[in-house]
T-cell receptor, first 114, second 114 residues
Framework: AQSVTQLGSHVSVSEGALVLLRCNYS??????LFWYVQYPNQGLQLLLK??????LVKGINGFEAEFKKSETSFHLTKPSAHMSDAAEYFC????????????FGQGTTLQVKP | DVKVTQSSRYLVKRTGEKVFLECVQD?????MFWYRQDPGLGLRLIYF???????EKGDIPEGYSVSREKKERFSLILESASTNQTSMYLC?????????????FGPGTRLTVT
């Protein structure tokens, strides 16, 4: 069965600092992986997705993530944090035979300090 | 752009009431999903549907039912609302045949049961 673990329920960075949000997955077959962002009182918005085409995936708002099979990781990074990046971030996994179901991590709240 | 709409952003109901949450998507997606989101627990799948009149239980279906009479509409029903069903409810949709199967989310309904 697939599963996702996000390390750190809260991450705090200063404006301009590197953002690193960690995600590890468990899957016995090649997975599809996603990062979503949720701003307060809103639904989830897709940031980026990994579909095996390239291990380094670029998304919206300057975010990117690298798929590392050997580490079963899909960490999300951004070189320089903006105040507007403060939100909750979710990592999710699915496999091709899973009828479209996503398995979500528990989320990481990113705080950006001025 | 895919648009997923939910009938209410905020809803307050009394214990024992029957509650209907409506979700509509405009992109002819085959899959539709209902999640609830609670702090520290991430997103938990209640029910999903991969076709009209078809439904499958997710991880936490107890106390809920669903209806999908038309492809674009997926309703979540709380037969007899209880205080432990106070939560944020998120609807999502996805293309069945899309390999990456990203889900598109509505803005959410924050339900309070008193």
């Amino acid at each position: 069965a697939q599963s996702v673990t996000q390390l750190g329920s809260h991450v705090s960075v200063s404006e301009g600092a590197l953002v690193l949000l960690r995600c590890n997955y468990s899957s016995s077959v090649p997975p599809y992986l996603f990062w979503y962002v949720q701003y307060p009182n809103q639904g989830l918005q897709l940031l980026l997705k990994y579909t095996s085409a390239a291990t380094l995936v670029k998304g919206i708002n300057g975010f990117e993530a690298e798929f590392k099979k050997s580490e079963t990781s899909f960490h999300l990074t951004k070189p320089s944090a903006h105040m507007s990046d403060a939100a909750e971030y979710f990592c999710a996994v699915t496999i091709s035979s899973n009828t479209g179901k996503l398995i979500f991590g528990q989320g990481t709240t990113l705080q950006v300090k001025p | 752009d895919v648009k997923v709409t939910q009938s209410s952003r905020y809803l307050v109901k009394r214990t024992g009431e029957k509650v209907f949450l409506e979700c509509v998507q405009d992109m002819d997606h085959e899959n539709m999903f209902w999640y609830r989101q609670d702090p520290g627990l991430g997103l938990r799948l209640i029910y999903f549907s991969y076709d009209v009149k078809m439904k499958e239980k997710g991880d936490i279906p107890e106390g809920y039912s669903v209806s999908r009479e038309k492809k674009e509409r997926f309703s979540l029903i709380l037969e007899s609302a209880s205080t432990n069903q106070t939560s944020m409810y998120l609807c999502a949709s996805s293309l069945y045949r899309s390999g990456a199967r990203e889900q598109y989310f509505g803005p959410g309904t924050r339900l309070t049961v008193t």
